[in-house]
């Protein structure tokens, strides 16, 4: 069965730049989640979307920005990377505006800051 | 603020031993419940729900959970454990539920299950 893509897998990048994240949800899933995960730490929830509107915001900087497009797929957009960042970033996505449906996570992206 | 505490964040047990895993969440209303495991090398599962009804839910490979309410706890039990259980847990709250709203987690439990 088809799962949630995320690319990259891996990425590796400078203090101040930025960097963008990529979600591809479960085929008819219209809703995406963004958490990160820091060294041992728990995920946090990020944002969300839902049919390409924002549908709930978490803990997410200002430096952080998101978008779902047409196609349901999502972008997380980091600039200004600061040391702090470097976590592993998931994307879930489920059916439905209700987060009481499954969400479905993705392998994520570890996003290194040097 | 809500949260939720795993108590435990490393457990080692042996083969066949029965296992217990400790969450207890910060009251916030309703709230629905979830326990989520993550294999190495692998992203997060879904192991069981609850919403409402019976409190006490089972899950794949064996596992279930009791919500006791009066106590804010979802402990995450299994009889009988194996080596391929091997792996961080989850505990996780959905204080609403209105909308695509995020999860809160807890920092996880690190099981190590022995041969």
């Known amino acids: 069965a088809a799962g949630v893509i995320q690319s990259p897998r891996h990425l590796i990048k400078e203090k101040r730049e930025t960097a963008t994240l990529k979600c591809y949800p479960i085929p008819r899933h219209d809703t995406v989640y963004w958490y990160q995960q820091g060294p041992g730490q728990d995920p946090q929830f990020l944002i969300s979307f839902y049919e390409k509107m924002q549908s709930d915001k978490g803990s997410i900087p200002d430096r952080f920005s998101a978008q779902q497009f047409s196609d349901y797929h999502s972008e997380l957009n980091m600039s200004s990377l600061e040391l702090g960042d470097s976590a592993l970033y998931f994307c879930?996505?489920?059916?439905?505006?209700?987060?009481?449906?499954?969400?479905?996570f993705g392998p994520g992206t570890r996003l290194t800051v040097l | 603020a809500q949260s939720v505490s795993q108590h435990n964040h490393h457990v080692i047990l042996s083969e066949a031993a029965s296992l217990e895993l400790g969450c207890n969440y910060s009251?916030?209303?309703?709230?629905?419940l979830f326990w989520y495991v993550q294999y190495p090398g692998q992203h997060l599962q879904l192991l069981l729900k609850y919403f409402s009804g019976d409190p006490l839910v089972k899950g794949i490979k064996g596992f279930e959970a009791e919500f006791i309410k009066s106590k804010f706890s979802f402990n995450l039990r299994k009889p009988s454990v194996q080596w391929s259980d091997t792996a961080e847990y989850f505990c996780?709250?959905?204080?609403?539920?209105?909308?695509?709203?995020?999860?809160?987690f807890g920092k996880g439990t690190h099981l190590i299950i022995q041969p």
């Open positions: 879930a996505s489920s059916l439905g505006r209700t987060s009481l449906n499954e969400q479905f």
């Open positions: 996780a709250v959905l204080y609403s539920g209105g909308g695509a709203d995020g999860l809160t």
């Open positions: 009251y916030g209303g309703t709230v629905n």
